[in-house]
């Protein structure tokens, strides 16, 4: 029997109470609004937290600056870069497809109704049970660069439309990411030769210029690269039809130096000399959908003072650090800057009159919570002085932050509060 519109809508209330609040303000009202909720006095626990605000908008308009300047190409959104689930839900929706590269990112981009076909698992090494998994579940794209991994595939997944992935000089990159994947140009016609005997359905070819790419022409190269080893396939009698121009792209934080509007401007064109229509074009851009978005608060919970030679200093500490949130740091070598958002319980910009503006500062550290001395996110900052209490925020703050954050210490991930700031 239908459900009744009040039971429609008893269901619909259900379903979303699972689902956060989304804001519809600005970054910095809801960050205001936070932050004006706790109250000093109060003594409840935990409500000087760190907390993240996520702009799900600006995750929308990256989607739309892609398809402005990369029409022919695919995004396949790399869920390790930021698996939240606001995210995953919103680009699930406007129909992107993902770069998983687990079971369980598998599964969760699936639970969003996201169709098989939308999925490439883009991991060159699997467990044999991921594998197994994907094949129940259909995911038949995946990526290989060795031998071994062909002959594994064959057993557990014969009919898998397999990827191969090159290596391409990523000398350019934060995360040089060949050191550990892709198949040297020289490897490519034994690879192959592998893959024919096993009778493998080899479909297309990947790469990944790096993480955090510095140079727009690595893709270019990486494009040509590729273009042989379709050479390569195609004499060999394969007829290929993906090309997967992987990750890499930058962070819609970058305001000089590379863009994604460069990187665009030689891939775009390169890909189109040297691919005929019908090859689909795919990428699996991670930073670039997620950086942005995401802006960090922390509490400053500490500070002592340093008498250095000419001056007086400050550390401060404050309550998400690099084994948290700010672990892209170390493994994902980003540079952060800290901002004062508030000073006493006022906003700081607020609290600057115009001839006060060169407010005297002092060279600063600021130190996450843990008790290891690696636990430090900048050394040489130029900040007022601070006192406990005060704000400190953070920008560009979604790409491998919070999704490889540990609870090391005792310290609990930083929570997240959305908004959209999209019109
Ligand atoms: C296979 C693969 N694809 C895509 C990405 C995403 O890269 P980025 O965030 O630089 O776009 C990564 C990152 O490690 C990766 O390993």
């Known amino acids: 029997m239908p459900l009744s519109l009040k039971q429609q809508q008893h269901q619909q209330q259900q379903l979303n109470a699972d689902l956060p609040v989304i804001h519809n303000l600005p970054v910095h009202d809801v960050i205001q ?14 409500q000087e937290d760190a907390f993240f605000v996520a702009d799900i908008g600006e995750v929308y308009r990256q989607h739309l600056r892609w398809k402005s300047q990369l029409p022919r190409i695919e995004p396949f959104f790399a869920i390790k870069s930021n698996p939240d689930p606001m995210v995953v839900k919103l680009l699930a929706a406007i129909g992107l497809g993902f770069d998983c590269a687990s079971k369980s990112e598998i599964q ?6 996201v169709e098989p076909e ?23 794209k995946m990526t290989f660069d060795n031998a071994e991994e062909l002959h594994k595939i064959k057993l557990l997944y014969p009919n898998a439309e397999v990827v191969l992935r090159i290596l391409t000089d990523d000398s350019a990159s934060l995360c ?15 690879l192959l030769q592998t ?8 479909v297309g070819v990947s790469f990944h210029v790096g993480s955090g790419c510095q140079d727009e022409y690595a893709f270019e190269d990486a494009v040509l690269r590729a273009r042989k080893a379709f050479d390569i396939a195609e004499s060999m009698g394969f ?12 962070g819609a934080d970058v305001k000089d130096g590379i863009t994604f509007e460069k990187v665009a401007a030689i891939l775009g064109p390169t890909v189109d000399a040297h691919f005929p229509p019908h090859v689909r074009v795919i990428a699996e851009p991670g930073r670039y959908f997620v950086a942005s978005a995401f802006t960090i608060c922390t509490h400053v919970i500490g500070r002592r003072t340093v008498k250095a030679e000419n001056e007086t200093q400050y550390m401060y500490y404050v309550n998400d650090g690099m084994y948290g949130s700010f672990n892209c740091i170390l493994f994902d070598h980003q ?14 910009a607020a609290t600057l009159k115009a001839t006060e503006e060169e407010e005297e500062t002092f060279t600063s550290s600021i130190w996450g919570p843990t008790c290891d001395s690696i636990d430090c996110l900048a050394t040489e900052a130029k900040l007022p002085v601070l006192e406990d209490g005060d704000w400190i925020y953070w920008e560009n703050m979604g790409a491998y932050t919070n999704c490889a954050a540990s609870k090391f210490n005792g310290f609990k991930r930083s929570d997240i509060t959305y908004t959209n700031t999209f019109e």
């Open 176 to 190: 040089q990411l060949g050191l550990k994947f892709g198949a040297p140009m020289e490897s490519v016609p034994s």
């Open 335 to 348: 540079e952060v800057y800290p901002r004062v958002w508030s000073r006493g319980g006022k906003k700081y």
């Open 118 to 140: 939308r999925i490439i698992y883009a991991n060159p090494c699997k467990q044999a049970s991921f594998i197994r998994y994907a094949a129940q579940q259909n995911v038949a």
């Open 239 to 250: 007829s290929l039809s993906l090309l997967d121009v992987g990750g890499g792209f930058p």
């Open 33 to 46: 609004q936070k932050v004006d909720s706790i109250s000093a006095l109060k003594w409840e626990s935990d």
């Open 195 to 202: 893959a024919k005997d096993l009778d493998l359905n080899v």
């Open 108 to 113: 969760q981009v699936l639970a969003e109704g």
